[in-house]
């Protein structure tokens, strides 16, 4: 509304100006949770609840001995010594290759994390170290936000996400295994670095 | 599809006095992480342009909840084609997800019947769309206020005209019109926005 007390306002130079000055406005609240819920609906009619035991048993059958075999296939990329050797060579297309390897590896254990998470049968302790694991991967995905990562860096990242994801199926996992028993999770003897 | 092809502008406006609100730059990494379907990386785009998105919708649509419906359905689409965004000639990803967003709002406005809140044509040829806004125009409240008092049609080619630089070319696709009744809205639109500018600014003033 306008101010009486204020001195007459400029006219704008032109409609775009006037338009621009106009605020953004604030959407209403919860709305990224209303579309959460309608993806979540969405997966639901394409995979029926019934078939979420099947899927998971199915994917961890074949997610783990792939995972086995690559890890012991791989180089290990962890020495100071083989980063330098490797950024010395074609340094350009094997981070940009090894960057589109680690994001696809990524999306499929975040996809299958997606079914393998279950609330019904989570214990408290489980919970919570599912709660650090999620926080962790915001801070990894915080810190891809930034702008300027060299491609090392951006590799790095991946890799650490890659990790803390196939942690997390891990955990999952052995999760599902103890609960199709009848026990719960209670991993006093499992620390979460 | 609208999306990604428009013809080419032969009417453009001037240029904005500032980018559109959409105008905001996605890193390719997470663009990556959310065509890969990651649920933390789609998030993340929705906040960036839950705002742009809403201002848009509620600019056409011209009330909030419609314009939370369509905010809803935009994101809801931008998620589903996301993997269909190719960025075909730099076109950046803010420009492909403002299309979508307005033809959401549009197919709102024609699901709602209120295509019909057009200006009649009276054949009386506007003289004075390049002439100065009044000085109420530089009152965000006062516009806002004229604005939504305009009917649906002309407040959604003003706005798309002035404030996102389309064209009446694109306006017209977007409307399924012809460009004249694209720039015979915005005529109007501005010579009635201008009168009811003048009545706010004579009640408040």
Not at chain 1, 63 to 77: E, G, I, S
Not at chain 2, 89 to 94: H, K, M
Request: charged share 25%; glycine share 6%; with cysteine.
């Amino acid at each position: 509304m306008a101010d009486r007390n204020l001195p007459p306002s400029t006219p704008p130079a032109d409609w775009h100006e006037a338009f621009a000055a106009l605020p953004v406005e604030e959407a209403p609240p919860g709305g990224w949770n209303a579309v959460s819920r309608r993806l979540d609906a969405q997966r639901q009619r394409r995979h029926p609840r019934w078939m979420l035991p099947l899927a998971t048993a199915a994917a961890l059958a074949l997610a783990v001995p792939v995972w086995l075999q690559r890890q012991a296939d791989a180089p290990q990329p962890a020495t100071p010594s083989a980063v330098a050797t490797q950024q010395q060579g074609d340094a350009g297309n094997g981070e940009a290759t090894a960057i589109a390897q680690l994001q696809a590896e990524s999306a499929r254990l975040e996809a299958l994390l997606r079914y393998a998470r279950d609330g019904r049968v989570a214990s408290g302790t489980a919970a919570a170290i599912e709660v650090q694991f999620d926080a962790r991967l915001a801070a990894v995905d915080a810190a891809l936000m930034q702008p300027g990562l060299s491609p090392p860096q951006q590799s790095q990242l991946w890799r650490e996400r890659v990790e803390l994801l196939r942690a997390s199926a891990g955990l999952e996992s052995t999760r599902r295994w103890l609960a199709a028993q009848g026990r719960q999770y209670q991993p006093a003897l499992v620390h979460v670095d | 599809m609208l999306i990604e092809s428009l013809p080419a502008a032969a009417t453009p406006p001037p240029a904005p006095a500032r980018p559109s609100s959409f105008a905001i730059e996605v890193p390719d990494a997470l663009l990556a992480r959310a065509r890969a379907g990651e649920r933390t990386a789609l998030e993340q785009i929705y906040r960036r342009f839950e705002r742009p998105v809403f201002t848009l919708a509620l600019r056409i649509c011209g009330e909030r909840e419609a314009a939370a419906d369509v905010l809803q359905d935009t994101m809801l689409k931008v998620i589903a084609r996301i993997g269909d965004f190719r960025g075909r000639g730099g076109s950046p990803f803010w420009g492909w997800l403002r299309q979508i967003a307005v033809n959401e709002a549009l197919m709102h406005l024609r699901r709602g019947r209120r295509q019909a809140g057009e200006l009649p044509d009276d054949g009386h040829e506007p003289a004075d769309e390049g002439a100065l806004p009044p000085p109420a125009a530089a009152d965000a409240a006062l516009l806002q206020r004229a604005l939504a008092r305009l009917p649906a049609t002309p407040r959604g080619v003003l706005w798309l005209y002035h404030a996102e630089g389309y064209t009446h070319e694109e306006i017209a696709a977007l409307m399924q019109r012809t460009p004249s009744f694209s720039k015979s809205q915005l005529s109007r639109g501005t010579r009635r926005l201008r009168a009811l500018l003048q009545i706010e600014e004579h009640d408040h003033g």
